[in-house]
């Protein structure tokens, strides 16, 4: 089935910068949205960034003007773009892909999850 992979979680001290990525494969026909949440430690899963196929990204407030999401539609891939991170920041981000399979299902996906720790 469509399966996701994230890469590029770590650690960075505050004030630094740190670039995620998600990957989607398998037997998609067309992906609509995809986005970023994470979940910080005790807390519930937040919406970070989305992105439609065809109109503007949209982010929470916590990130304006700090984060940036895009996506490379020929690859099937979602960056986020994280600067000026804060402690706040921690969390396990979560790739999501809202996409069609070749066999007409509609299917809201979650990748595995990938650690950001911001810390000095």
């Known amino acids: 089935q469509v399966q996701l992979v994230e890469s590029g979680g770590g650690l960075v001290q505050p004030g630094g910068s740190l670039r995620l990525s998600c990957v989607a494969s398998?037997?998609?026909?067309?992906?609509?949205?995809m986005g970023w949440y994470r979940q910080a430690p005790g807390k519930e899963r937040e919406l970070v960034a989305n992105?439609?196929?065809?109109?503007?990204?949209n982010y929470a407030d916590s990130v304006k003007g700090r984060f940036t999401i895009s996506r490379d539609n020929a690859k099937n891939t979602v960056s986020l773009e994280m600067n000026t991170l804060k402690p706040e920041d921690t969390a396990v981000y979560y790739c999501?892909?809202?996409?069609?399979?070749?066999?007409?299902?509609?299917?809201?996906?979650w990748g595995q999850g990938t650690l950001v720790t911001v810390s000095s």
């Open positions: 999501n892909v809202a996409a069609r399979t070749m066999t007409g299902r509609f299917l809201e996906v």
């Open positions: 398998g037997p998609i026909f067309s992906i609509s949205t």
């Open positions: 992105i439609p196929a065809t109109h503007w990204a």
